[in-house]
């Protein structure tokens, strides 16, 4: 079976994709909605644009970042067991995994928070990982769930991949000439 | 404005410099510009959160600053030097300005000076046949300098001299809002991190990073700057300090922002546990806009950061004990300074506060002029806003008329006279628009009136005598109207000519 034949379609790509940009992007945004009063104070309209042109471009590398592992499974699992269920085991690992770095993030508030024990707390996110994507392609109700929460994500990147690359190629020009 | 590694610059400029350094050293000392035609260089060495009042040099209790007691032996010393502002971002761009903050408008935390006001800066000031340069480790003057940008030869990155940083914006290019993204948002410390995935990496690797560079020398670890990831050593900033100096194609304007004393304050081994004596200072009522920090708290930071002084003292000596080796502060304007004070009292901690006691807006100023070889005392009250033309008037250069000039006495034959300093606090209004919340006090002699407006439950003031009462404990307002009114008068004129809106550019 070639490489092509073993990678899930568009079709099923993107609503998992969808997952992660709800996530990644989500985050950014809630900060962003925190931080954005106080730059009003002293930004003017174009910087602030610029600026969010620069998390615009931050978060289309991240949420590719962390696409591309969950694309890269289906590479190395058998075709019944990962492939045929991508879009729920898919937006489960996405689910766990960005969820552990969210709960991981809320404690690293600044050099003197960081847990002391990562290695502790890196088996532990994966090990909830596996499960929740072992139990998210077993169970119909679950599995269904999360097929049609992330089909109804991806009108999201109707918004976020044209924003996105606009604010990629902005951010490149900002950085390079 | 070009972006160059410390080691792209050294050895750019090293090459110019070799030659000049002798040449110059050949002249030896001489008078100021004005009667000679070369020019003299000025070199600013700005230690960020130095508050005036902590310096033993200005007889606080600790002996903190012996180096500095030295320097001033050669230097002008200014007793009742203020700031403009109590925080970096107003401090340092009145400074560079020769502005008020309630003009430049630089009066939010990682503010910027109006936008039509660019061009109304030290380096421009100096002109292009200066080489001009700039360095800080603080942000908060980094956002300054890409304003200036077209004005500046050279701007070392902030982290030039750390063992460890995760600053982005220098290294992607990408000016101001490249900071401003990355650094004060993306991946800013004190917060969790609003990048998820490059944002939690960054914080882990650094983690890593600190955990393997953390040296003995630092019993408290390496000082580090507060908001954001870049952690150094005194000795390899100051290190850094004397090669760049010494390297700096001449004549030169430089400008050298230091995070130390800033908090956190980590002293080196030596410096550590110094003024572990005991000692408390005088105990002062908590202000009601205060944080309440309880005073035995306060009480240990300070020895922590009176430790931290000590320790910068000691390395600043030792780079001025080099560059007079090496004939390199020959022709030079010397000024040391700082953007703002550091408050340990009344139940606040930092500078952060709507607060203006003499802690955090008294400075620490120094001037040692090409040649000078005795010591003048400066008792009048001055500004940070007089340094700018000052400095261009004692080097012949052109004083621009928006300054509305003020000279400080003891430099260029200018004598004491009766002046008035002001310090601006407005951190909570837009910078585009009227002044509605805010603090300002006014020096003028020996007295001292504080204005809080837009404050709960109504505007208030304080006024105190500092002659009789240099602790500011003694609050005797609304008594002796004479003088009151005047200075009311005075206080609310400036107040009300410079605090309306600006227009806001796109």
């Known amino acids: 079976m070639g490489i092509s034949e073993r990678l899930p379609g568009w079709q099923k790509i993107a609503p998992v994709y969808a997952v992660i940009v709800l996530i990644v992007y989500g985050w950014s945004l809630l900060w962003y909605l925190w931080t954005f009063p106080s730059w009003l104070k002293f930004l003017t309209v174009s910087e602030i644009l610029l600026t969010f042109s620069f998390v615009l471009a931050t978060n289309l590398l991240e949420s590719l970042l962390v696409l591309a592992p969950i694309v890269a499974i289906s590479l190395l699992m058998p075709k019944r067991w990962f492939r045929d269920v991508f879009v729920a085991r898919g937006a489960a690992l996405a689910i766990a995994g960005l969820g552990s770095m969210m709960l991981l993030a809320l404690q690293f508030r600044d050099i003197d928070d960081y847990p002391a024990d990562l290695s502790t707390w890196l088996p532990a996110a994966v090990a909830v990982m596996l499960i929740v994507a072992v139990v998210a392609g077993r169970l119909p109700f679950l599995r269904k769930g999360l097929e049609a929460f992330a089909e109804r994500a991806t009108v999201l990147l109707l918004i976020s991949i044209p924003l996105s690359v606009l604010a990629l190629i902005t951010s490149a020009v900002q950085v390079f000439l | ?506």
């Open chain 2, 1 to 506: 404005m070009s972006r160059l590694s410390r080691r792209d610059f050294l050895k750019l400029a090293g090459i110019g410099a070799g030659a000049t350094v002798t040449a110059n050293s050949a002249l030896g000392a001489v008078p100021l510009a004005g009667s000679q035609a070369v020019l003299p260089n000025v070199l600013i060495i700005v230690f960020d959160a130095m508050s005036g009042r902590n310096l033993s040099l200005y007889g606080y209790h600790r002996k903190t600053t012996p180096t500095f007691e030295r320097f001033a032996d050669r230097a002008v010393v200014y007793h009742a030097h203020s700031s403009a502002g109590n925080f970096t971002s107003p401090g340092t761009a009145s400074l560079l300005t020769g502005m008020l903050p309630w003009t430049h408008r630089a009066i939010n935390i990682s503010g910027r000076i109006a936008r039509e006001l660019q061009d109304r800066n030290i380096f421009h000031c100096f002109g292009g046949d200066y080489h001009r340069f700039a360095y800080s480790q603080n942000l908060g003057a980094v956002h300054l300098f890409s304003q200036f940008q077209q004005d500046i030869d050279t701007v070392l990155p902030p982290q030039a001299f750390s063992r460890v940083d995760q600053i982005v914006g220098s290294r992607l290019g990408g000016g101001v809002a490249a900071y401003q993204a990355f650094d004060d948002f993306l991946f800013r410390d004190g917060t969790p991190p609003a990048s998820l995935v490059f944002g939690l990496a960054s914080r882990v690797q650094l983690r890593r990073r600190v955990a393997r560079t953390q040296t003995d020398d630092y019993p408290r670890g390496l000082p580090q700057a507060r908001t954001f990831p870049l952690f150094f050593s005194l000795a390899d900033v100051f290190d850094g300090l004397y090669q760049t100096i010494a390297s700096l194609p001449r004549p030169y304007v430089a400008y050298f922002h230091l995070w130390a004393p800033h908090a956190p304050y980590r002293a080196s081994r030596a410096f550590d546990g110094q003024f572990a004596d005991g000692w408390r200072p005088k105990r002062k009522p908590d202000h009601r806009m205060g944080d309440h920090v309880p005073f035995y708290r306060l009480a240990d930071k300070r020895q922590n950061y009176d430790e931290y002084i000590a320790d910068v003292d000691a390395e600043f000596g030792a780079l001025v004990d080099a560059l007079e080796k090496e004939h390199l502060l020959d022709q030079t304007f010397v000024v040391v300074t700082s953007d703002h004070g550091e408050f340990l009292e009344r139940g606040v901690d930092g500078h952060i506060t709507p607060l203006l006691y003499e802690p955090v807006t008294n400075i620490p100023l120094l001037i040692s002029t090409p040649g000078q070889r005795q010591r003048v005392d400066v008792l009048s009250p001055t500004s940070s806003i007089d340094v700018l033309p000052t400095l261009l008037h004692a080097a012949a250069r052109d004083v621009p008329a928006w300054m509305n000039a003020s000279y400080l006495p003891g430099i260029d034959g200018v004598s004491a006279g009766e002046r008035t300093a002001f310090v601006v606090e407005a951190k909570e209004n837009a910078s585009f628009s009227s002044l509605e919340k805010s603090t300002v006090a006014m020096r003028r002699g020996d007295w001292k009136l504080i204005y809080y407006t837009g404050h709960e439950p109504d505007d208030f003031y304080e006024l105190y005598n500092l002659a009789d009462d240099p602790e500011e404990l003694e609050d005797v307002f609304p008594g002796r109207p004479t003088i009151l009114k005047s200075m009311q008068e005075e206080l609310l004129d400036a107040f009300h000519a410079a605090s309306g809106p600006l227009a806001q550019p796109i």
